[in-house]
């Protein structure tokens, strides 16, 4: 698989190929709050498409043709077929997905990206013939804009009467696009999915990741905003950051900026272009908001949440004598190293260890004895945080190493088995609520989260500033990790989950309910208001800054007693005025004269 040469479409190859192409199949996709409203805008925006080409004298075949394009995620998009030069049998006919934004000169900016998978299927019309299938995903741009094989089929099989790929001469083949949301165009993430994204600092993904999966904690978004934060310093203050960035979340109709969260922490410039532990970013924020709610009405939310409680012990076999400690936890560390699922990884947890031989456990009085060493759960929050253990150390490369295994985990998750006998007498059921994702390696790569903010198996996935619609198996199934089929590109094999998110049955409505106006203070909505209209006013400013020509005024003041270089100290301050450039100079006078009469008038 590999990119083509870039090949201009003549104006009779595109004529044949309108003509005997046979339109696009239009896909089902629903858009939140648009009921069955089916116009242009929505349709190019959809997730995907299905293109249908039809060649005739596929034999006479001696340059490229084009299908006709169709509009995926915004995107034009085509099929290319062209004969492979070689003799014999190294002769080959080559399909590709063409992203056609400069063929036919769409209005797409420059910088546009977008990830796309293409399944081409080229019919076989013989009864018990198999048609030929292959799947190809690339991240499309300006300067790779074509991809897919240059041997889909050899030429000799092609034109053979028993391989029954050509029917009167005619080709038949079918493309199904699938394309994730663009980056660098306008995407309009509210309207498509009511929610928006988080703008990227340089290396802050991750960071975004965890802020959307907590903000979608309904219940704790409503905590956040009940905590007094009138008081605080907006340079310094992490709970009153985060509860800027839960309320433009709600409210905007943009993406939104973290820098003010992230100048919170103490963070430079330089430390947004680094990536840090996400489980450590966790434990900080949560934290933070644990502190800053003790003492008011949702003291306790946080542990009421995320906090379970495990026993460690070590009980001996043949004597009367056990060890226990009780322990909370906020988040669980899961092995998967050589682990096939999630059911795995919990029964290599709670697995019991034997305290034999050199290594028996000294119980006391009773001496050397052997043991049984384990964990077992007493109680699993409502809300569970599993952080699966993709980064560890390899000892032969004395080097952290990211493992990219097959992991498999449920939408549904019953974690009965693994409590203590008595602490529960109903069935402990958890629905998946967020998949948090990882691409690359140890030394770097993007993070993304899929969510289903109702927890209704509806998912979204959140790439930094663009929150697009996703299918149940780009959540779940496609981030398993492990090798992918032989025809389809390498590059996603570094794409796994590396956090879940579970929400307990018994809570889920409690926890995920709607978020009101209503459960925000008055305090919170003006505060934030006021910082909203001072920045349009400055952004206003600096817009219109072109505009004016400053003139500095200097009293008789400043030039008494001074002695230096200059006339005045021209670094002592000085009141400044501005005026339009376009005024003409009576008219410039007049508002000038004006201001500072103002001036003169508010000292007295």
Not at 175 to 194: L, Q
């Amino acid at each position: 698989m590999q990119r083509t040469d870039t090949r201009e479409p003549s104006t009779k190859e595109d004529k044949a190929t309108d003509k005997n192409s046979e339109g696009v199949e239009p896909m089902d996709i629903s858009y939140p709050d648009r009921g069955n409203e089916r116009d242009e805008m929505l349709e190019r925006m959809r997730a995907e498409g299905f293109i249908k080409f039809r060649v005739d004298d596929l034999l006479f075949l001696q340059d490229t043709k084009y299908s006709s394009h169709i509009w995926v995620r915004s995107l034009p998009w085509r099929l290319m077929i062209m004969p492979r030069p070689g003799q014999g049998p190294r002769k080959s006919l080559g399909v590709f997905l063409q992203c056609c934004v400069q063929e036919i000169k769409a209005d797409i900016p420059v910088g546009w990206s977008c990830l796309a998978v293409a399944t081409f299927k080229t019919y076989n019309h013989l009864e018990g013939k198999e048609d030929r299938v292959k799947k190809v995903d690339h991240t499309y741009d300006a300067k790779e804009n074509d991809w897919g094989f240059p041997s889909f089929l050899s030429w000799e099989e092609l034109v053979s009467a028993d391989s029954g790929f050509l029917q009167n001469g005619s080709l038949y083949m079918e493309a199904h696009v699938v394309a994730e949301a663009p980056h660098g165009i306008d995407w309009d993430s509210k309207r498509f999915t009511g929610c928006v994204g988080l703008k990227n600092q340089g290396a802050t993904c991750y960071m975004n990741s965890l802020l959307q999966t907590l903000f979608f904690t309904n219940q704790l978004r409503k905590a956040v905003y009940q905590m007094p934060t009138e008081t605080d310093d907006p340079a310094k203050s992490v709970p009153l950051a985060m509860q800027r960035v839960f309320y433009e979340l709600q409210f905007s109709d943009r993406a939104v900026a973290t820098k003010k969260l992230t100048r919170s922490f103490g963070w430079d410039t330089w430390e947004s272009f680094m990536q840090h532990d996400v489980q450590e970013l966790s434990r900080v924020l949560l934290d933070n908001l644990e502190n800053r709610m003790k003492g008011t009405q949702v003291q306790g939310t946080i542990p009421k949440l995320f906090e379970g409680k495990m026993e460690s012990y070590v009980k001996c076999k043949k004597v009367d004598y056990k060890s226990s400690r009780t322990e909370a936890f906020m988040d669980i560390q899961l092995n998967i190293k050589g682990k096939k699922n999630l059911q795995e990884s919990f029964d290599d947890y709670v697995s019991v260890e034997s305290l034999e031989g050199d290594n028996k456990y000294d119980a006391g009085d009773h001496g050397l004895q052997e043991a049984e060493k384990g964990v077992i759960f007493i109680t699993f929050p409502p809300v569970l945080h599993l952080q699966l253990m993709r980064f560890q150390f390899d000892p032969l490369t004395e080097a952290n190493v990211k493992i990219n295994d097959r992991y498999e985990f449920p939408e549904k998750l019953d974690l009965t088995k693994y409590l203590k006998d008595g602490e529960e007498t109903r069935p402990v059921l958890y629905t998946l609520h967020a998949v948090l994702v990882h691409s690359g390696d140890n030394y770097g790569g993007h993070y993304v989260a899929y969510l289903s903010p109702d927890g209704n198996g509806q998912w979204l996935k959140f790439d930094d500033d663009v929150v697009s619609l996703c299918s149940k198996e780009d959540a779940i199934e496609n981030n398993f990790g492990g090798p992918m089929q032989t025809d389809q590109l390498p590059s996603r094999s570094c794409t796994n989950a590396y956090m879940l998110v579970y929400i307990r049955d018994s809570c889920l409505h409690e926890i995920l309910a709607c978020v009101s106006d209503g459960d925000i203070p008055n305090n919170v909505k003006q505060r934030f208001a006021e910082e909203k209209r001072i920045e349009e006013q400055r952004r206003k400013e600096r817009r219109e800054a072109h505009l004016y020509v400053n003139i500095e005024v200097y009293t008789s003041d400043a030039f008494h007693g001074h002695k230096g270089h200059d006339l005045i100290d021209f670094s002592t301050t000085k009141p400044m005025y501005g005026v339009l450039e376009t005024y003409r100079l009576a008219c410039a006078l007049y508002v000038f004269s004006w201001q500072v009469c103002f001036d003169i008038s508010r000292q007295w």
